[in-house]
């Protein structure tokens, strides 16, 4: 039965996305389908079995062989996507350098859980952080509506720039839990992400090509520098199609959001599910008096700069949130890069970092509100102590 | 309706509590109403204790933590009342149901729980006869849209159909019989 108007449903994260890969309606879905991988595949292949998409699916041996079908399938001229969670993406490490540098647009769920040992299946970062530098583009998703929003929007993006892309969604937190979301029509969403057209098709007899070559000191450089310009002038595709998607839904997509942020003066940086509750925490905050705001980050990669620049410029204080631990022995990822951003201002905030909700332990707007105090008393003080810091640890 | 209202399940891995915290959100959903439901899982096995959450609120649902402080917990096996974990940050004015063959006042007394409104159904009783099993979980739904009054009876069953309808889709055998099992509890489910 086709969907024909605006419907609000109550779905979790995994069903969210699932059905957004129904209507998206792929040639070729490759996949593991045992754990770490989550209900969302489950859903999928249910729609599969009812004859309720056209697509492929290939149920594989293990998630390095997922990614390996989805590059195959890519390079043939398939719309493919698969999803993934912590160790699946773990084992996927190598095929995804091939699936980015051979310029493959396949579009991934990953639902962000924590990486053994210990043992720990909860929400956590890790997974996609590790992956930071493997090529991929990376939007983040707060909920489940942007969870089925950015899935959408990335099979447009992914296609346009030639360059792979994950959509990430906290795991249990977002995965699990059941919230409102608003879904399109069926031809809506159909006619927004539209036909696949790869001018380079392996099983395009007429025009043969050559993928996956071997290419040594005379070439790979360059080809290196062509794929890191494909993410350096991503962002202006991401931004259009997130206009594109506004006409359609109503939603506003950019590659950050801020959060009562033009006035604060003490900003929270965080991805994922809890800048929802920090949303909350800093209306409460701005009750008691005090400037907080919040700035989202959607896209991860390419790394919003400008945006960052311009978001925090005239900030007094910015706590950073890390829901991985880097191991770098001085913060988390994206604490580095958000710092590192700010070097060339001449009126930089002060910046502190935090480790927060690994192995899913749960964020109260208590927890937030008390980094928005430590905020408060850096800005009074004018200088960070211990910049690499720990929220809701025993120690 | 006040503007949110927070559910907290206590329960034993395999009672379906999960399941039912999900579904209530579903079938309460929509006209203005919005929901978040969510699992906690500790180690996944049969018998373990386990926690579910439901969020019901007049405005979009922007938090994504545990519920500390709830209005209302149900508990699907009376020996976690024995836990004081389990009635932790329950509102003064709060509402326990329980699955038990015990009624409110018993209960009450063998737990010393002060205060707060006490309701019991032998949901596990009623699951057996419908179901054959000891879903405690479902009864207690319909208990629970008795004892907050957040539907009128009709209304909740309307809903909550079209939703067992889409999620049973390859199972329609239990669609009636959680139906009845619903009617069954919102008549049986007593008070003090």
Known sequence: MAQKTKELMALTGNEAAAYAMKQINPDVVAAYPITPQTELMQTFA???????????????????????????????GARTMTATSSQGLALMWEVLYIASGLRLPIVMSVVNRALSAPINIHGDHSDSMGARDSGWIQLWSENAQEVY???????????????????????????????????????????????????YRLLDIDHPITVGALDLQDYYMEHKRSQAEAMRTAMPTILKVGKEFEGIAGRNYEAVENYRLEDAELVVVALGSTCGTAKDAIDELREEGI?????KIRVFRPFPWEEIKSALGSKKAVAVMDRAE????????????IRSCLYDLTNRPLTVNYIYGLGGRDVAIEDI???????????KLGKVEDFYRYLGVRE | ???????????????????????????????????????????????????????????????????????VIIILDPSLLTDPSTMEGLKEDGII???TVEDPKTVRE?????????????????????????????????????????????????????????????????????????????MEVKGE
């Not at chain 2, 919005?34 to 373990?48: C, I, N, S």
């Not at chain 2, 907050?148 to 055998?173: M, N, W």
Request: glycine content about 8%; hydrophobic content about 40%; aromatic content about 6%.
């Open chain 1, 326 to 337: 880097g191991m770098s022995a001085v913060g988390g990822p994206l604490f580095h890069e």
């Open chain 1, 291 to 295: 400037e907080a705001g919040l700035l």
């Open chain 1, 149 to 199: 929003d950015n899935l959408i929007q990335a099979v447009r993006i992914a296609e346009e720039v030639f360059l792979p892309v994950m959509v990430n969604l906290d795991g249990f937190i977002i995965s699990h839990g059941v919230e409102v979301v608003e879904t399109l029509p069926d031809d809506t969403v159909k006619e927004f992400v539209g036909e696949r057209k790869s001018p």
């Open chain 1, 369 to 379: 509100k008390k980094v928005f105090y430590d905020l408060v008393s850096i800005a």
């Open chain 2, 1 to 71: 309706m006040q503007e949110m209202l927070e559910i907290r399940w206590h329960a034993r891995g395999g009672q379906g509590a999960k399941t039912a915290a999900l579904l209530l959100a579903e079938a309460l959903m929509g006209e203005g109403t919005y929901v978040q439901a969510f699992p906690e899982y500790g180690p996944e096995r049969m018998g373990a204790p386990m926690r579910s959450y439901d969020r019901i609120s007049s405005k979009p649902i922007r938090l994504h933590t545990s519920i500390k402080t709830p209005d």
């Open chain 2, 97 to 99: 149901l329980v699955n």
């Open chain 2, 110 to 186: 063998k737990y010393h729980i002060k205060g707060r409104k006490i309701y019991t159904l032998n949901a596990s009783q009623l699951a057996q006869e419908e179901l054959k099993r000891d879903l405690a979980s479902v009864p207690m739904l319909g208990a629970l849209i008795k004892v907050t009054g957040l539907r009128s009876l009709e209304v909740f069953l309307h809903h909550i159909r079209k939703e067992l309808e889409r999620k049973f889709a390859h199972r329609p055998e239990v669609i009636e019989s959680n139906l009845k099992l619903y009617k069954r509890a919102y």
């Open chain 1, 46 to 76: 249910q729609y599969v079995a009812d004859g309720l998409v056209d697509t492929e699916l290939v149920a594989v041996e293990s998630e390095h062989s997922a990614m390996s079908a989805c590059v195959g399938a890519a390079a043939g």
